[in-house]
């Protein structure tokens, strides 16, 4: 079975620009994760979707958006980019049913903001 | 928000003998854990999940959860160079959301 795929792998841009990151996820799944890694915050919780809804959110502003289609793939949206937003994208894809379900992660989004 | 701590490390073992690594957890009734390993560059890959007090052994894994002092770790027995890693702790609060440790990294002397 495939793993998760993210697209693109790496990513340039400069502030003020507006980027989309695309993950597909495994077979089957219907959860999908987005999360973000830093060096300085670690890997912290952007938002959750399940069958096209989102069920929950961290603490980040409304720059950072997100959606899902029914095939379960999913994309997250940065506008007006910022510095600060350079960091991996990473998205992790799981069966969505119940909190002991492993979360598989994809290879990431590495974002650098110029 | 609630929080997973670890020991950032580094920590140094020889390769062959045992590695522990400690995690603690906030919130009380957290129910599902896991420990990812993240090699430099690459995104985490899961080592182990436990839900239960007690031990749960994957070959030289052992992953040790003790609710009632809120405490979960990881053993890695016979260690080797391959091992070499961040080591991440993770909480699962709800809907899929993992609250993540900061990682300890691990390096093992040859």
């Known amino acids: 079975k495939a793993g998760v795929t993210q697209t693109p792998r790496y990513l340039i841009k400069t502030r003020g620009q507006q980027v989309t990151l695309s993950c597909s996820p495994i077979?089957?799944?219907?959860?999908v994760s987005w999360y973000q890694q830093t060096p300085g915050q670690g890997l912290q919780f952007l938002f959750e979707?399940?069958?096209?809804?989102?069920?929950n959110k961290g603490n980040f502003p409304g720059r950072f958006s997100g959606r899902q289609f029914s095939n379960s793939r999913s994309e997250m949206n940065v506008s007006t980019l910022e510095l600060g937003d350079s960091a991996l994208y990473l998205c992790?894809?799981?069966?969505?049913?119940?909190?002991?379900?492993?979360?598989?992660f994809g290879p990431g989004t590495r974002l650098l903001v110029l | 928000q609630k929080e997973v701590e670890q020991n950032s490390g580094p920590l140094s073992v020889p390769e062959g003998a045992i590695a522990s690594l400690n995690c603690t957890y906030s919130d009380r009734v957290s129910q599902s854990f896991f420990w990812y390993r993240q090699y430099s560059g690459k995104s985490p890959e899961l080592i182990m999940s436990?839900?239960?007090?007690g031990d749960k052994e994957d070959g030289r894994f052992t992953a040790q959860l003790n609710k009632a002092s809120q405490y979960v770790s990881l053993l890695i027995r016979d260690s080797q160079p391959s091992d070499s890693a961040t080591y991440l702790c993770a909480v699962n609060e709800g809907a899929q959301k993992l609250v993540f440790g900061q990682g300890t990294r691990l390096t093992i002397n040859p």
């Open positions: 077979s089957g799944h219907r959860s």
């Open positions: 979707y399940f069958s096209e809804t989102q069920r």
């Open positions: 436990i839900y239960s007090n």
């Open positions: 992790a894809s799981s069966l969505g049913g119940n909190l002991e379900e492993t979360q598989y």
